[in-house]
């Protein structure tokens, strides 16, 4: 605990001394354990997330990369078995204390899915979504202009500023995973966490897909799952491994693409398990 | 010889052609040759060429010998004269038929006493008890029948045994590593699901015919305007031949009574069914919907008269008393009533709605729970806004569905509303539906060709078409809904 504070007191000064730096800490994870039921998934994770920087989790499937993630904005609330341990951070509140709301904790920490999910309702509707929950937006202009500026920033609003009224399921699986990322930024978040959102996609609607979660950096803080390290590669600033559960090296992405610590990164980076 | 047994045997025969044809088929797969159909196949097409034909041709062959012998036995009866002891022919006919079965019963060696008042004794003897009102004069007429059926049987069942292992032979020989015995098996397959399917359809023509012909025979003697427009119901029992007054057969209270007590139970239990569809899908942890389940399904297979016992023992007496107290002195709502049949119907038909709903809520992917909790959204919004939606052509179908029951409830109404037409709007006040009516009509000591009678089947007729109607409506809802939004 002393630690602790003595470490969020540095970073604070470490914030004023350097405001415009690229290493202000937007999420910190201490000690997280993951039990689902009996069974524990996560071990002691610690894991600094970076402002306004991709940070990307990699490992063999079933290492607890999307445990992990779900953590950040206490999805795993929705699974009935799972229960966290250690402490979670954002700005410095922990996420799991008892005055933290969680309809407030996730908008502003917002979730991509692996599988595009776009609600069975217009596209338009869609984007509207998050908005219009939270109420922010009073009139119908300003909604309108909510839906264009995420669509835009989303990178789709050429493809779709046509058919707003068409469903949303009707788009491409690319297109549709655009949507849903437009549909996160609807609500402001200052956290975007992505779990695999490019496996269910082709190498194109990949690319563009990459392409925008480069851009997104500039204003969001980003955290993605993903299983190919050539993605990891071109995307993130840092690069977490985990492996059975226990993070096992994290570090910024070139370091732990050419000269990795830990020999199970190197033997997972070389492809030689996984 | 008994159909039965050739049946058994024409079977016997199909199954040692299913065995020969595997082994053939087996033997010829010496693994030069890719064989087109694995060898069951052969067996099952060497099996169904044996059974099907044979089996066809025996329906066709019995059926065809009990006319043959009827006419028969027609042509041997004396000629019918003024004084002829029996009332008709056809009478006559099946004494004859009557006396024909008795017999067989007798031992074989028994020889035959002439008249039928010795023979009454033997009979009697072997348990066979026989109209007093049989002809001595039958007796050979009954006894030629028999050798007739016995001779048209053995013949049936020799042809019925050369066309089977016709049929096995014939299949037998095709089998060739390359012949197509998985193809044909599959066709005889999908002729005989079609078939299955088409018996349901027919069913439902011909139930729609009948109804149509009685029908049609009521409208002759009521015209259609006073039974669909009429708003009195008092089809008057006149004694049987009497000819006399009719009584008019106004459709109105009984619609209205239909649809005022179905409207009652689809208000009390769409919500709270939908209700607890939800909380069970998404609020209920797994031990609380492992026990809540289970008991809101017991409820639906209660038997619907139990309910209605219920109702007219303790609800109907409950709530007239309540009222009474409210009002200090005189109930305002009666004993029986549509407002008590409403409700316990209600009753009967949450789990009905909940357990459909329940099923559709929980076939909505996770994928959609996750995206818009994943959005802040909390879980009730979750599920007026996404779940809900997205289930709607379920439910409204589900709605539909209970709306149908509660349109063809029946021993609920005759309890707790009661049977007196009235054309009400007070929901406290006895009303009574369709169903109970045509229950109604055809009970009794009545000519079956009387209107009173023949209002049973318009009014049956004019439910199916208000059922097929709401089908057809909910239908179309779900057909809308799904071009929205897929
Ligand atoms: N809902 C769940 N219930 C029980 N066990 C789970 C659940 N989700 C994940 N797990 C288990 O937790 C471990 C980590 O899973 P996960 O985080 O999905 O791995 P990854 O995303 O790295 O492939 C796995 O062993 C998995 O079986
Ligand atoms: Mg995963």
């Known amino acids: 605990m002393n630690i602790m504070t003595e470490q969020s007191l540095e970073n604070a000064v470490g914030d004023k001394m350097n405001a415009k730096s690229n290493e202000v800490i937007k999420m910190r994870g201490d000690k997280v354990g993951v039990f689902y039921g009996e069974k524990q998934a996560l071990f002691d994770v610690n894991l600094d997330v970076r ?114 009224q068409e469903p949303g399921t009707g788009l491409s699986g690319g297109q549709q995973q655009r949507l849903c990322i437009a549909r996160a930024i609807a609500v402001s978040p200052e956290v975007i966490l992505m779990d695999e959102p490019c496996s269910a996609l082709d190498p194109i609607a990949t690319a563009r897909v990459e392409e925008l979660i480069d851009e997104l950096r500039q204003n969001y803080t980003i955290v993605i799952v993903t299983h190919s390290m ?44 996984g | 010889m008994s159909s039965l047994l050739v049946l058994a045997i024409i079977i016997a025969i199909g199954v040692v052609a299913f065995v020969i044809g595997r082994q053939r088929a087996a033997a010829q797969d010496t693994g030069k040759v890719k064989p087109h159909s694995r060898a069951h196949y052969h067996g099952w097409w060497a099996f169904l060429l044996a059974v099907l034909p044979a089996v066809l041709l025996l329906a066709v062959w019995d059926i065809g010998s009990s006319f043959y012998l009827d006419r028969h036995i027609h042509a041997a009866l004396p000629e019918r004269t003024a004084d002829s002891k029996v009332a008709s022919e056809a009478l006559d006919a099946s004494l004859v038929k009557s006396l024909a079965k008795g017999l067989r019963r007798l031992d074989a060696g028994t020889p035959l006493p002439a008249t039928f008042a010795e023979l009454q004794p033997l009979l009697i003897a072997k348990g066979v008890a026989l109209a007093s009102d049989t002809q001595d004069y039958m007796i050979p007429i009954a006894v030629d029948a028999n050798t007739v059926q016995d001779r048209l049987g053995l013949f049936g069942a020799v042809v019925t045994f050369a066309l089977s292992i016709a049929g096995a032979f014939y299949a037998l020989r095709q089998i060739a590593p390359r012949a197509r015995a998985r193809n044909n098996v599959e066709r005889l397959m999908l002729w005989g699901l079609l078939a299955a399917s088409t018996i349901a359809i027919l069913t ?279 071009e929205q939004y897929e």
């Open chain 1, 51 to 164: 402002q306004n920087q991709v940070t990307a989790l990699i490992g063999p499937s079933g290492c607890g990369k999307s445990t992990f993630l779900r953590c950040l904005n206490r999805m795993n609330d929705t699974i009935d078995s799972a229960r966290v341990t250690g402490k979670i951070t954002l700005d410095e509140d922990d996420i799991y204390d008892k005055n933290i709301d969680v309809v407030e904790l996730r908008a502003r920490v917002g979730m991509v899915f692996q599988k595009p999910n776009p609600f069975p309702k217009s596209i338009y509707e869609n984007v509207a979504y998050g908005p219009r929950i939270h109420g922010l937006a009073k009139r119908k202009s300003d909604m309108d202009q909510i839906v264009e500026s995420s669509l835009k920033k989303a990178a789709i609003w050429n493809e779709v500023k046509d058919r707003l």
């Open chain 2, 204 to 482: 439902t023509v011909g139930i729609v015919l009948s109804m149509l012909f009685q029908t049609i025979t009521f409208f002759e003697s009521v015209s259609p305007m006073s039974f669909f427009f009429g708003t009195v119901w008092d089809p008057r029992f006149a004694a049987a031949g009497s000819g006399g007054s009719q009584g008019q057969f106004g459709l109105i209270p009984l619609l209205a009574g239909t649809l005022y007590i179905a409207a009652v139970a689809l208000l009390v239990a769409v919500p709270v069914g939908l209700m607890s569809a939800v909380y069970m899908s998404e609020y209920a942890s797994r031990s609380v919907r492992s026990v809540v389940k289970p008991a809101l399904e017991l409820l639906a297979g209660i038997p619907t008269i139990v309910y209605g016992i219920f109702a007219v023992v303790t609800l109907g007496p409950f709530l007239r008393d309540l009222s009474a107290a409210l009002t200090g002195g005189s109930p305002f709502i009666q004993g029986q009533s549509i407002f008590t049949a409403g409700l316990v119907m209600g009753v009967m038909l949450i789990p009905v709605v909940s357990s459909l709903s329940d099923d559709i809520i929980t076939a909505v992917p996770r994928a959609m729970r996750d995206g818009s909790l994943g959005l802040g959204a909390t879980r009730s919004e979750t599920i007026k806004r996404v779940i809900l939606p997205a289930a709607l052509p379920g439910i409204v179908g589900a709605i539909l569905l209970t709306a149908s029951r509660a349109i063809g409830e029946t021993m609920i109404v005759v309890l707790a509303a009661g049977v007196a037409a009235n054309l009400t709007a007070n929901p406290f006040e006895a009303m009574t539906t369709i169903t109970v009516k045509i229950v109604n009509q055809l009970t009794g000591d009545l000519e079956f060709n009387s209107p009173q009678t023949l209002v049973a089947f318009a009014l049956g007729l004019t439910l199916f078409a208000l059922t097929l109607v709401m089908n057809i409506v909910a239908l179309y809802i779900v057909r809308k809904y799904r």
């Open chain 1, 230 to 273: 050539q993605q990891a590669a071109r995307v993130s600033q840092r690069t977490a491994m985990f492996h059975l559960g226990y993070l096992v090296e994290e570090g910024a992405t070139d370091k732990m693409f050419t000269n990795p610590d830990d020999k199970r990164t190197q033997d997972y980076i070389t492809g030689r398990f």
